[in-house]
């Protein structure tokens, strides 16, 4: 079984910082390779989007409203991300992501339980 831990979400005041870990563990019974590592936010009524996303090459893409205050960094099977100057827009549930192509044809998402990240005064 598969397992994604996340942790680091908290209250926080506009222009704070915090630090998002995931880690996968587990066996995986099949042979793999990671085609990337992410992570998602969603708020209540809205649809999940990404975040950040970091490839097996090492290429990363943000969305646009944080770009150059979040940073994902990591290197399987953990994987961060470095939050500053955050905003009330930030205020959502943040979940880890990992997309492995199993048995060099099949690609598998996992994911983290989510982690609430709340920035209020």
Aim: proline share 3%; aromatic share 10%; glycine share 10%.
């Amino acid at each position: 079984q598969v397992h994604v831990v996340e942790s680091g979400g908290g209250l926080v005041q506009p222009g704070g910082s915090l630090r998002l870990s995931c880690v996968r563990s587990g066996s995986i019974f099949s042979t793999y390779t990671v085609n990337s590592m992410a992570w998602f936010r969603q708020t209540p009524g809205k649809k999940r989007e990404l975040v950040a996303l970091l490839t097996n090459t090492g290429a990363t893409n943000y969305l646009d409203s944080v770009k150059d205050r979040f940073t994902i960094s990591g290197s399987n099977p953990k994987v961060y991300l470095q939050m500053t100057r955050l905003e009330p827009e930030d205020t959502a549930v943040y979940y880890c992501n990992f997309n492995l192509r199993v048995s060099g044809h099949t690609d598998v998402d996992y994911w983290g339980q989510g982690t609430q990240v709340t920035v209020s005064s």
